[in-house]
């Protein structure tokens, strides 16, 4: 596993620490349920007040249309990613 970030000095807001640590832990999880993966990278990037949280790996992939719901009902992992994100956009 690699990790890499420049966080910012001072910290977030604590909502938006939460809910960061738990997107990245539910992107692992599914990482280690469904990839089949030998690597994973995890990146945390901020610019001002924008950051970046993104979890990449080496392994099988999706079809994101099936992931978000398109065409079937989506993982709870996913809707539940997307729900976190959802509700500190603004912030």
Known sequence: ?????NAPK?????EVEI?????AQEALTNVAKHARVKLVEIRFECAGTDCILSVSDDG???EPDLASGVQTRPG????TMRERTSNW???
């Open 1 to 5: 596993m690699a990790v890499s970030s």
């Open 10 to 14: 001072d910290r977030l807001a604590q």
């Open 19 to 23: 809910a960061l640590f738990r997107i």
């Open 60 to 62: 099988v992939g999706f």
């Open 76 to 79: 709870l992992g996913m809707a």
């Open 89 to 91: 956009r603004t912030v």
